[in-house]
Nanobody, 123 residues
Framework: QVRLVESRGGLVQAGGSLRLSCAAS????????MGWFRQAPGKEREFVAA????????NYADSVKGRFTISRDNAKNTVYLQMNSLKPEDTAVYSC????????????????WGQGTQVTVSS
């Protein structure tokens, strides 16, 4: 079966860094885009970043540009989200997703989802 498994999140001070990973298995994702979304309590799920497995092209939400970096290791079927200069407003459950429709910044564009991992940024 298709599985996307995020690494454990964590608690970090504002200004700190954290790296998340997403291990994908169960099918070929070579034509897919891998995305990261986040959802804070009381808020809608928000697009964070995405990367094409095939080309390595990336796309970022304005709120994280210059602070977050998405990358992939094709040999390991793993996608990473490096988060630097973290802010309290980055606190959310972060989820990895895979979609076949190119770069789409809404959850409807993605077919497979990980379980989510909590990232908490303290002030």
């Amino acid at each position: 079966q298709v599985r996307l498994v995020e690494s454990r999140g964590g608690l970090v001070q504002a200004g700190g860094s954290l790296r998340l990973s997403c291990a994908a298995s169960g099918r070929t994702f070579s034509t897919y885009v891998m995305g990261w979304f986040r959802q804070a309590p009381g808020k809608e799920r928000e697009f964070v970043a995405a990367i094409s497995w095939r080309t390595g092209n990336t796309n970022y939400a304005d709120s994280v540009k210059g602070r977050f970096t998405i990358s992939r290791d094709n040999a390991k079927n793993t996608v990473y989200l490096q988060m630097n200069s973290l802010k309290p407003e980055d606190t959310a459950v972060y989820s990895c997703a895979a979609g076949p429709r190119g770069f789409i910044a809404t959850p409807e564009g993605y077919d497979y989802w990980g379980q989510g991992t909590q990232v908490t940024v303290s002030s």
